[in-house]
């Protein structure tokens, strides 16, 4: 590459980039446009030098919502750069909108996932300023540093969060049956509201989605590594 395609004026980073690949309905179209628009995000990312248009980039869903990649991005397999970008912009924007309930679930987790909160790199206690930090650090890395350590550091948080819930959802069946255990006194100090099994039932099934995130983050970054991921 030469030095006046590395040197190139940034692009603003807004719905506008999204906006110049026609034909939506047409899946083999909308894969183009994925692979397409996730390269050059990603390309134009780590190839600029300037801290704020590094931050525009992590900052972009704050910015314009996470409507404006969901539908170029949200459908991609698991295992491409389309699909990892998607996934990590959306793990971000679900820990800034609930960095308390995150953050209660990476503290029940963290105990039962050594190696995960090590590779995730979350100070203890993993307060909600802390975790807002610390997914915005990841995503910044992605663009200044090595790529798959990015996919890996989310996958772990992921792992930790997902070990978090799921023991949130036994105590809240704790809580639905109690028992006159000490885990049921203590369900109430996460949830205001009386248990229910629908609710722990949904916990576990998003427990079971972010460890499904967590391994296809960890195959996005042994492909990049292998220079596989389209």
């Known amino acids: 590459m030469s030095s006046a ?10 719905p506008d980039l999204f906006d110049r690949w026609e034909g939506g309905e047409d899946p083999e179209t909308v894969s183009q446009a994925a692979h397409s628009s996730a390269w050059a995000i990603l390309s134009q990312g780590r190839e600029n030098r300037d801290p704020e248009v590094t931050a525009r980039l992590v900052e972009f869903t704050d910015r314009y919502g ?3 990649i969901a539908e170029m991005w949200a459908e991609a397999p698991g295992v491409s750069l389309p699909g990892a970008l998607w996934r990590i912009y959306a793990l971000r924007d679900t820990v800034r909108r609930n960095p308390g309930t995150v953050g209660r679930y990476y503290e029940l987790g963290q105990g039962s996932a050594q190696v995960s909160r090590v590779v995730a790199g979350v100070a203890d206690p993993p307060a909600a300023e802390e975790l807002c930090r610390t997914v915005d650090a990841i995503l910044t890395g992605a663009y200044t540093g090595e790529f798959d350590v990015a996919l890996e550091r989310f996958a772990a948080f992921c792992r930790v969060v997902a ?3 799921a023991a949130a959802a036994d105590r809240n069946d704790v809580a639905v049956h109690p028992a006159g255990t000490a885990a049921g006194a203590r369900a109430s100090e996460f949830f205001t509201a009386p248990g229910s099994s629908r609710r722990g039932a949904r916990m576990t099934r998003a427990s079971r989605r972010l460890v499904t995130t967590a391994e296809e983050l960890e195959s996005a970054a042994s492909a990049w590594r292998h220079g596989q991921l389209d």
């Not at 395609?5 to 807004?14: D, G, L, N, T």
Request: proline share 6%.
């Open 66 to 68: 996470l409507d404006a």
């Open 5 to 14: 395609e590395r040197h190139h004026k940034p692009v603003k980073f807004s």
């Open 163 to 165: 070990l978090g819930q």
